[in-house]
């Protein structure tokens, strides 16, 4: 499948990927759910889960998910719809790891890999995150390590599921 404008423009191949998305500042399910919506091309969303922090100082849970897309969105263009929902959430860039209204990272596309200086894909540390491979194995199963022990991750790193994400009220 392709996605072109039909006025003679090179069309772009249509692929998935997958963002992670986590929150542990204010509603933290209210910034999931915003973030979520406002995505483009989202096609799947994995339950929510409540996971302790990695790294960085002490700090509150996080809301974790991971949305699958089918998109004709470049690596490049990805990290910006991820920087634009932060920037939306009024995200503070401070202390590495540290709390945040919301993170959206680019975890993953398929066919692309990239290595600047501000986006890395596949995401350098995806695989060695719970946080990221328990919901990730609702929407992208095929991804996960082989032997990857769900039930041991989520159980050793504090990976609770928390519910599903419902849409906001249209009022």
Not at 67 to 95: D, K
Not at 158 to 164: E, I, L, P, S, Y
Request: aromatic share 6%; charged share 25%.
């Amino acid at each position: 499948m392709t996605i072109g404008s039909g006025s003679g423009s090179e069309s772009k191949p249509v692929r998935r990927a997958f963002l992670g998305l986590g929150s542990n500042l204010g509603d933290r399910l209210a910034h999931l759910r915003a973030a979520v919506e406002a995505i483009p091309d989202v096609d799947a969303v994995s339950s929510v889960y409540e996971t302790v922090p990695v790294g960085g100082p002490s700090q509150d849970d996080y809301l974790n998910l991971v949305v699958r897309m089918r998109t004709a969105l470049t690596a490049r263009q990805l990290l910006e719809v991820c920087r634009a929902r932060e920037s939306a959430t009024e995200r503070v860039r401070g202390v590495r790891w540290g709390p945040r209204t919301l993170d959206v990272d680019v975890l993953w596309i398929d066919g692309e890999l990239v290595e600047d200086d501000d986006l890395v894909v596949p995401h350098p540390r995806m695989f060695e995150r719970s946080f990221v491979l328990v919901p990730l194995a609702e929407v992208g199963p095929d991804l996960l390590p082989e032997g990857f022990d769900l039930e041991a991750a989520a159980m050793d790193d504090g990976v609770v599921m928390f519910g599903r994400l419902e849409p906001s009220d249209p009022q």
